[in-house]
């Protein structure tokens, strides 16, 4: 009897385990409908381009099931998009994506919206944007120094009383950061003038509607290729090593000023977004990164490789959220 009993243990046993084999494996997530990728900025800039890019890759090399719908929602210096995003729900939360800049720190710390970078999910750092000092080509400014020797002694356009309009994206983020930095270390003033994207910035200084801008050179670089703009100094610790680009001087050897900026090119979900679908994402980015089409636009638009996830994302974002705070505080640009 004994011996019967364990027999038949045995037999379950091995159906068990027959049974067990037979289920097949969880699949892993992949996106079930179309991705929303929300731009949190206007079209024609910088962020709408790698976003678009992105989305077009995708397609190209079939790295996504389902297509990315590239969406812009840049009114509130970006808030309106981080809002829309932090209120993902149920399973939208896993098919909304953001492209953010580093007004992922200056919007809310200078508007007060309720919102924190930490209430979404880091997916992946993709790259850090540089920026350069722009005038318009038809102007006599050969160096940064010639054109702040203008700013100086206010010799920019009557329109308004001599003194200088610096464009830019936005009030209170990266440019108007930027500009406020010159304006500190060198002892001049601009007339700070936001705009919507940095694609607009761009088309008013072609327009001479602005004397400057402190663009990123992915935005000008078109229109500097044209022939319409110049490139003067590049806020960064050394030059930029592509070659059309490595005649720009940095801001110290033009200036003596050492005026260092860069900004976040990353990727976020929406709040409380499955582990799952974090590393779905995070892996079809980084086959994104690697592409030749990818690398490509990094090289013309000179942006600083800078792939990272997890852990090391986290800490670079730790660590700029405490950077821009402290520069908005100097700059009288929080929020009181």
């Known amino acids: 009897m004994k011996r019967q009993l364990s027999r038949l243990a045995t037999w379950l ?36 381009q790698m976003a678009r890019l992105i989305a ?11 297509p990315i719908i590239v969406v812009n929602k840049a009114g509130g210096a970006g808030g309106e998009g981080f809002l829309h995003v932090k209120e993902k729900k149920g399973d939208d939360r896993n098919h909304s994506i953001i492209i953010t800049l580093s007004n992922l720190f200056t919007t809310p710390l200078h508007t007060g919206i309720p919102f924190n970078w930490k209430d979404l999910t880091p997916v992946a750092r993709l790259a850090l944007d540089q920026f350069i000092l ?59 003038v936001p705009f919507k994207g ?15 801008t402190v663009n990123n050179p992915i935005e000008c670089v078109s229109h500097w290729k044209a022939g319409r703009v110049r490139p003067l100094a590049v806020f960064d610790a050394g030059r930029i090593p592509e070659p059309e680009w490595k005649d720009i001087p940095t801001v110290k050897e033009a200036l003596g000023s050492d005026i ?75 929020k009181k």
């Open 260 to 334: 260092q900026y860069l900004m976040l090119r990353g990727i976020f979900g929406a709040p409380g977004m499955h582990k799952n679908a974090v590393d779905w994402y995070a892996g079809f980015l980084k086959k994104v990164y690697e592409t030749p089409d990818f690398q490509e636009y990094m090289k013309q638009g000179a942006l600083k490789p800078a792939f990272a996830t997890g852990g090391e994302y986290g800490k670079w974002l730790e660590e700029n959220d405490k950077l821009h705070r402290d520069l908005m505080a100097k700059g009288g640009l929080l």
């Open 134 to 192: 722009w005038v318009n080509a038809e102007t006599p400014y050969k160096t940064a120094k010639e054109y702040l020797g203008a700013v100086s002694s206010k010799q920019c356009k009557e329109r308004q009383a001599g003194q200088c309009i610096m464009g830019g994206t936005g009030s209170a983020q990266e440019d108007q950061i930027i500009t406020i930095q010159l304006e500190q270390a060198l002892g001049v003033k601009f007339t700070y």
């Open 198 to 212: 940095g694609g607009e910035v761009c088309v008013n200084l072609v327009g001479q509607h602005v004397d400057s």
């Open 56 to 66: 077009g890759i995708a397609e190209k090399h079939k790295l996504s099931p389902r």
């Open 13 to 48: 046993g091995l159906a068990a385990l027959v049974a067990v084999a037979a289920i097949p494996a969880a699949a892993a997530w992949e996106p079930a409908k179309p991705i929303e990728f929300v731009v949190p900025a206007g079209t024609g800039g910088g962020a709408d």
